[in-house]
């Protein structure tokens, strides 16, 4: 059995208006996740280790994906960088017992932040930023 790790919860209030019921407020990483985080963005894995949690319980943006449905950036910002979480949203549609889960997580600049909102929101034909901290 693969390795399940759980993050937390979210705070699923700032979902529903876009993605409706969502089956759990839990998120968690895979073990196969994680390695993908070493070997495709070793630079942060350290990131991650500190702030993984943190990111998916108290973003400071929340941004809805154009390309992937059911999948979020979940973005928090730090002094010198942003850190983007990517988590796949399990929505009422999905098979039962699927758990929101961490795709990827990297740093982003915040000029990347802003076209990211911007790309996005382009694809979806509306405002792609479902929250962002005041």
């Known amino acids: 059995m693969a390795l399940i790790i759980s993050l937390g919860k979210i705070d699923l209030s700032l979902l529903k208006d876009e993605f409706g019921k969502i ?3 839990e998120i968690i990483i895979t073990e196969e996740r994680i390695n993908h985080i070493k070997m495709r963005h070793p630079e942060d894995y350290s990131l991650f280790n500190i702030y993984g ?3 998916v319980k108290d973003p400071d943006y929340i941004i809805k994906d ?3 449905d059911g999948t ?6 730090l002094e010198d960088t942003n850190l983007n979480v990517v988590v796949r949203i ?3 549609t999905d098979d039962k017992g699927i758990m929101n889960s961490v795709m990827t997580f990297y740093r982003i600049r915040e000029r ?3 076209k ?3 790309k996005n929101s382009s694809l979806t ?3 792609a930023l479902l929250y962002k901290k005041e």
Do not use: Y
């Not at 979020?72 to 910002?77: D, L, Q, T």
């Open 112 to 114: 990347n932040l802003i």
């Open 116 to 118: 990211l909102i911007r």
């Open 125 to 127: 034909g509306k405002d």
């Open 23 to 25: 089956q759990t407020d």
């Open 53 to 55: 949690a943190i990111c």
């Open 72 to 77: 979020i950036f979940m973005v928090k910002k």
């Open 66 to 68: 154009g390309k992937h």
């Open 90 to 92: 399990a929505l009422e």
